[in-house]
């Protein structure tokens, strides 16, 4: 059996009414997941507009996903990320944590020590904002959770390659 892989793609798409919804089409119709996806306008001129999306699958699924999206009328580009080299993956989350005291003291702790930052306080509770790896987020989340953890936004991941070369 093959192995799940997960893949970070970005694709280059015309920014026109219904291809979000599309592309979204084409992977709850066949049964794939999507764990992250980020939509944002690129280039205002040309009407272009960049989704990145995290997916996981086998080879095969990956391949076939891929295939897809490229036979979508609006796809100007595609890129997987994870194979055509080193990239860079970022991720931003808002963390709504409330407490007093101790709790507030150690939350804003484990704040300092994760880079994130107090965007917003009250008496009783404080919002940060961090950026970083899933994993990141992830472990700043997991330990906010007996401090007194509200609430979660979370942006999805964003990337891009390393080096010159661009999609």
Do not use: C, W
């Not at 799940?4 to 919804?21: K, M, P, Q, S």
């Amino acid at each position: 059996m093959e192995a799940v892989e997960r893949h970070t793609i970005a694709v280059l798409v015309d920014n026109e009414a219904g291809v979000l919804a599309r592309v979204i089409g084409l992977f709850s119709g066949r049964g794939y997941n999507i764990e992250s996806l980020t939509v944002a306008e690129v280039d205002a001129d040309q009407a272009i507009s960049r989704i990145s999306i995290v997916t996981s699958g086998t080879p095969m699924i990956i391949a076939q996903i891929k295939a897809q999206l490229n036979r979508l009328v609006p796809v100007r580009q595609l890129s997987d990320l994870t194979v055509e080299g080193p990239s860079i993956e970022r991720e931003l989350a808002l963390v709504k944590v409330k407490g007093t005291g101790n709790k507030r003291v150690e939350a804003l702790r484990i704040a300092d020590i994760f880079r994130a930052r107090a965007i917003d306080s009250t008496n009783n509770s404080f919002v940060f904002e961090i950026s970083g790896s899933a994993d990141k987020l992830d472990a700043f989340i997991s330990l906010m959770k007996p401090l007194g953890l509200n609430e979660i936004s979370r942006t999805g991941v964003v990337a891009i390659a390393r080096g010159a070369k661009g999609i």
